[in-house]
Structure formats: C-alpha cells, structure tokens
C-alpha cells in the first residue's frame, strides 16, 4: 500500500516552460515525485496505491534461482483528480511464467471496474533453445486505438552470425506495418553488430525502406 499526498505540485507551472512534460502511457504513473520523468508538466496528488505483488521461484544449477512466476496486480484511489479522471483507476495486472528455460508466457492487462471493460490487453509467448535459436509471438490490443501482432525470429548461422527477422501486422488496417530483416555479426564475443533492412507501409514522414546498423558492447 503507497500513499502520496502532494499539494502543490503544480506551483509555478504558469512560470516555468514546459520541457519535460507528460507522455502518452497507459501503465500506472510513479507516485513518487523523485521518480517522475514529467517534472513540468506536474499536478496535485493525493492518491492511494493498492496492489498485491507476488514472485515464485525455483532452483536453477547455473543462476541459482529462476523466477517461475510472478503476479502483480495494483489500482489507484484518487482523492484529488485530474479533468477526465476517474476516482477509481483500471485495474492493472501483470503476470509471467516460464514453467522451463525453453517457454516463457508474459501477459499485462487493464480494465475498468467500474464497467469491467478491457481496456488494454497484451501477451507474447517466447520459446528458445539455448543462444541456438528464439522464437518470439506477441500481441498489443488497446480499446479503440491498436490491435497489433508482432513475430520475432533469431536464429544462429555459426559461431559468428546469426539471422533475425521481425515481422509487425496491423490488424484494423489489414497491413504489415514493419517488415525488417537482418544479420547479427559477433566480433570476438566482444561488440555485437546488427545489420538491419526495414520495409514499412502506411502513410510516413519518413521513406518506406530503412536501413539500420547497431553496435553493442556484449563484454571487455
């Protein structure tokens, strides 16, 4: 249980520009105001925090423990709200499990109380066989604005490279948003470098192929 009682969060703001203002999210927002990104763009809170949080684990001879799964659910009170806001928020859930080392199913949902409507709705299943190959399928489904499936591939060539594909389908729009396909090279288990071919449709500021090289420190 988290209480936050912030009064005059929002003092000044008629004198400060905005610059780190607020995003688009749908998750529960940080309560506490060392903790938020938005530092501009902030307002009076005096909210209460339920949730339960839960983490099962099992023995592993490598890691020496593996989470097996975890449950964490949690909602807010809002005894001061915003214009548009609820006093009581969705109720947010977020549950994993990987019952082996070759699955893991994660899952994250949010509905409204007060009508049980499902409001955001979001699962993958991920299977893999060791650093050999993996196998990623995903869904995102938020109530009147995406519904969107998503397909990751990695598979290993030899000691040096390894294929990977992502595929990215829009399902109200019947299109494959983001195609991208590529190589990633290992250059002495040191720096990992990703060579990466984009084809994208629907209407874009930017050009419909992309091309995208990423480099990364694997170790020293």
């Given at each position: 249980?988290?209480?936050?009682?912030?009064?005059?969060?929002?003092?000044?703001?008629?004198?400060?520009?905005?610059?780190?203002?607020?995003t688009f999210a749908t998750?529960?927002?940080?309560?506490?105001?060392?903790?938020?990104?938005?530092?501009?763009?902030?307002?009076?809170?005096?909210?209460?925090?339920?949730?339960?949080?839960?983490?099962?684990?099992?023995?592993?001879?490598?890691?020496?423990?593996?989470?097996?799964?975890?449950?964490?659910?949690?909602?807010?009170?809002?005894?001061?709200?915003?214009?548009?806001?609820?006093?009581?928020?969705?109720?947010?859930?977020?549950?994993?499990?990987?019952?082996?080392?070759?699955?893991?199913?994660?899952?994250?949902?949010?509905?409204?109380?007060?009508?049980?409507?499902?409001?955001?709705?979001?699962?993958?299943?991920?299977?893999?066989?060791?650093?050999?190959?993996?196998?990623?399928?995903?869904?995102?489904?938020?109530?009147?604005?995406?519904?969107?499936?998503?397909?990751?591939?990695?598979?290993?060539?030899?000691?040096?490279?390894?294929?990977?594909?992502?595929?990215?389908?829009?399902?109200?729009?019947?299109?494959?948003?983001?195609?991208?396909?590529?190589?990633?090279?290992?250059?002495?288990?040191?720096?990992?470098?990703?060579?990466?071919?984009?084809?994208?449709?629907?209407?874009?500021?930017?050009?419909?192929?992309?091309?995208?090289?990423?480099?990364?420190?694997?170790?020293?």
């Amino acid at each position: 249980m988290s209480y936050r009682y912030i009064p005059e969060a929002n003092k000044g703001t008629g004198r400060i520009p905005k610059i780190d203002d607020r995003t688009f999210a749908t998750y529960l927002q940080p309560l506490g105001l060392g903790d938020q990104r938005n530092i501009d763009d902030l307002t009076a809170t005096n909210i209460l925090r339920l949730g339960f949080d839960n983490t099962l684990q099992t023995r592993d001879p490598v890691y020496g423990s593996r989470d097996l799964f975890t449950f964490n659910i949690a909602n807010d009170f809002r005894f001061k709200r915003a214009p548009g806001e609820r006093d009581v928020s969705a109720i947010h859930t977020d549950v994993a499990f990987a019952p082996a080392k070759w699955i893991a199913v994660d899952l994250y949902q949010s509905f409204t109380p007060q009508s049980f409507t499902l409001q955001e709705l979001n699962s993958g299943v991920t299977l893999r066989d060791g650093d050999i190959w993996s196998f990623r399928f995903a869904n995102n489904f938020l109530r009147h604005q995406i519904q969107d499936y998503q397909l990751d591939g990695r598979i290993r060539l030899n000691e040096t490279y390894e294929a990977l594909a992502r595929l990215h389908y829009d399902a109200r729009k019947r299109r494959f948003n983001e195609q991208a396909y590529g190589l990633a090279q290992n250059l002495g288990n040191t720096w990992l470098v990703s060579y990466i071919v984009s084809l994208y449709s629907g209407p874009r500021r930017e050009s419909h192929f992309g091309l995208n090289i990423q480099i990364e420190a694997r170790g020293f």
